[in-house]
């Protein structure tokens, strides 16, 4: 781990060391002394921080006097910081440093919000004028890049010209509680409708299927809900363009249908809710339509505009009904893309297979994807060896909406990771290892760090830390008591974010979603579903289960204190007057002393006071009785002592000598 101590920063750019302890001290950073170290997270980011302030003073004035003259720069949108530094004639790392100053955390190769670069710019006393995104030319690709080619595009913007864009398949994934039919609904479907020539069996190598049904193709993910809406949510990506919603007609809502219908919810695409299993004698759809109700989905049978569709999965009643709300809902929805454009993609799985190395399974959602392009994908760039369609088969392209396995990266990426086209390989190489750094920097600095400000100031203790929940419990009542508990606990510091409460065992459904809000899963009275726990351990979940309130109550409340910083108190050791100083024929001068309260010992912090008006701050190097070193001296006997880095004494200054003590916080 990389250590460095203020004293070294001073030196450095032959600053005081005062200077750089006041600096950081206005970014919200209290360190003692000199010789104190920078918190080992914050190292590489306060290192930038004076490296811009003091790195290049000779530099900025003379470029400053050559731009002083209301000089303007052009650039293209979206404003990347290594173009804009180019443009400015200065080292990236220079802009980087000076857009900390402005509260804004950037890598080189980030786009810049306009308002933020034109800021800079005017520090540098130049106008920056932002130009248009050029349009598409022909034999382009229909890319719409910028004059200045960086060979890759982190977000490619949406096709705007109408006459470029065609509709595409929906995508659409089933949801719902376990054995209500997910599973066999998808493969009646599947097996019955699909292309001319291909029925039978369709093998599952990607994550996601293809049907045509009246011509039209539909996209199909088959990976479980949590991982679609959960775990891919987490990292931005919305994958899905409709949910169908799995209810059996026999046994109406349970636990885990809530949970999907919550995913479904906060993904923000519409719900079809499929009554399944209406051949069964006990069959209820009408129960289903008032659980419905009760669950703030009200049903198009109902008054509302939920599609409710009854099927059975076993006799293939009312499939067509579903197939053509689920076109229904894609002609409301008026998916577009442009196929001619580079392509864009979703990873939905991506695993390593022999043969073959790194695999990603992708949703193509805009653009043509070909065998040959340089994909760029997560931290993994490449050039795109093989493309695999659902079948297994090889193709040379897929389009929008189109789930293929690619082959050809240089590692395995996260699911939910966006890949793009590259036009550049030698770029989008630099930019792959460009998102390495930049993710192995952005750990440092931690996920709660937005800005500058949050940098220097998470270390206030005015801070309000938050603890995040998820409570199963056997009945609602039990759940509402036990949230009701935890929002009474009297605390100003820190607060409890109750993310889901609902009955039911726990289930791997919880612990996605757990991870993907950083939360304690806190079960009461409820048991938790096999293979639930080796999931919670790989995922970094926690799980509490309780059979007494109070018992689960204490428990989260010492998870609370635990949250929070030890609180500081100093105490005083003691005190000594001045009476003489001592000049020495090596090293710096010391002070005779005597301890007039207390003790002094080797090693407390100290405080030089000059007529009560403090002078200096740091640390207890060393004390002398006579010719010798020791650690300790008490009140009434004299004694030499030397500070960390201060020499200048006067006669009848006064050392305060003290400890810090850490308390356990409380709420």
């Not at 598409?136 to 960086?150: K, L, R, V, Y």
Request: charged share 25%; glycine share 8%.
């Amino acid at each position: 781990m990389k250590k460095i101590k203020i004293k070294n920063i001073a030196e450095r750019y032959g600053v005081s060391p005062k200077t750089i302890l006041d600096e950081l001290a206005t970014q919200g950073i209290e360190l003692e002394n000199a010789s104190g170290y920078i918190p080992n997270d914050l190292v590489d980011l306060v290192e930038e921080y004076f490296e811009g302030l003091y790195g290049n003073k000779d530099k900025d004035a003379k470029k400053k006097d050559e731009e002083a003259g209301g000089a303007k720069i052009h650039l293209n949108s979206p404003i990347i910081v290594k173009n804009l530094a180019e443009a400015l004639n200065r080292k990236p790392n220079e802009i980087i440093s000076d857009l900390m100053k402005l509260g804004e955390l950037a890598s080189i190769n980030q786009a810049l919000p306009e308002n933020i670069a034109k800021k800079l710019c005017r520090n540098y006393r130049v106008e920056l004028v932002v130009d248009a995104k050029t349009k598409a030319q022909p034999g382009n690709g229909g890319t719409g890049s910028a004059p200045e080619d960086n060979g890759y595009e982190l977000d490619p913007e949406p096709e705007t010209n109408p006459k470029n864009l065609r509709e595409r398949p929906p995508i659409v994934t089933f949801m719902g509680h376990v054995d209500h039919g997910k599973t066999s609904l998808q493969d009646k479907v599947r097996h019955t409708n699909v292309v001319a020539g291909e029925s039978g069996r369709i093998t599952q190598h990607i994550g996601a299927s293809t049907i045509v049904y009246h011509n039209r193709p539909i996209t199909f993910i088959d990976t479980p809900g949590h991982e679609a809406f959960t775990h891919m949510r987490s990292r931005g990506a919305n994958v899905t363009d409709i949910v169908v919603l799995v209810v059996a007609a026999d046994d109406g809502f349970k636990p885990q249908t809530v949970e999907a219908l919550n995913h479904a919810k906060a993904a923000g695409v519409p719900i079809i809710v499929a009554i399944n299993k209406i051949d069964l004698p006990d069959a209820n759809p009408d129960r289903v339509l008032l659980q419905m109700q009760q669950n703030n989905l009200m049903s198009e049978d109902w008054g509302g505009e939920v599609g409710t569709v009854r099927v059975s999965a076993k006799t293939g009643e009312g499939i067509d009904n579903l197939l053509d709300r689920i076109l229904l809902e894609a002609e409301i929805l008026e998916l577009k893309a442009a196929p001619k454009r580079s392509a864009k993609a979703i990873v939905i799985e991506s695993q390593v297979e022999q043969g073959l190395g790194s695999t990603a399974s992708v949703l193509v959602q805009d653009g043509t994807l070909k065998v040959g392009d340089i994909a760029l994908c997560g931290e993994f760039m490449g050039k795109i060896k093989a493309l695999f369609n659902d079948k297994g088969e090889r193709v040379k392209s897929a389009g929008p909406s189109m789930p293929v396995r690619v082959v050809g990266l240089s590692g395995v990426p996260e699911a939910g990771a966006r890949l793009v086209v590259c036009r550049n390989e030698k770029q989008a190489r630099q930019e792959a290892e460009a998102r390495t750094e930049s993710r192995r920097k952005n750990s440092l600095a931690q996920d709660t760090i937005a800005n500058v400000d949050d940098l220097f100031s998470r270390l206030n203790s005015q801070n309000v830390n938050s603890l995040q929940l998820i409570i199963k419990s056997d009945v609602k009542g039990s759940g509402e008591a036990i949230e009701d508990s935890l929002n009474k606990l009297p605390s100003d510091k820190i607060k409890v974010e109750v993310i889901m409460n609902s009955v039911g065992a726990i289930t791997e459904n919880d612990v996605m979603l757990a991870a993907a809000s950083n939360a304690i899963i806190v079960g009461f009275h409820v048991r938790v579903n096999p293979g639930v726990n080796d999931l919670a351990k790989k995922q970094n979940v926690e799980i509490r289960l309780y059979s007494i309130i109070y018992e689960l109550l204490n428990d989260i409340t010492d998870a609370l204190t635990g949250k929070l910083e030890p609180e500081k108190r100093e105490k005083i050791l003691g005190t000594a007057k001045i009476l003489q100083i001592f000049e020495l024929s090596k090293g710096p001068k010391v002070c005779g002393c005597i301890v007039d309260s207390g003790f002094i010992k080797v090693g407390a912090k100290a405080r030089v006071f000059r007529q009560r008006q403090l002078i200096y701050n740091g640390e207890i190097l060393s004390l002398r009785r006579f010719q010798d070193d020791v650690k300790e001296v008490k009140n009434g006997l004299e004694c030499g002592i030397r500070l960390d880095n201060f020499a200048d004494f006067l006669e009848n200054d006064l050392i305060e000598a003290y400890e810090i003590e850490l308390k356990k916080a409380t709420l």
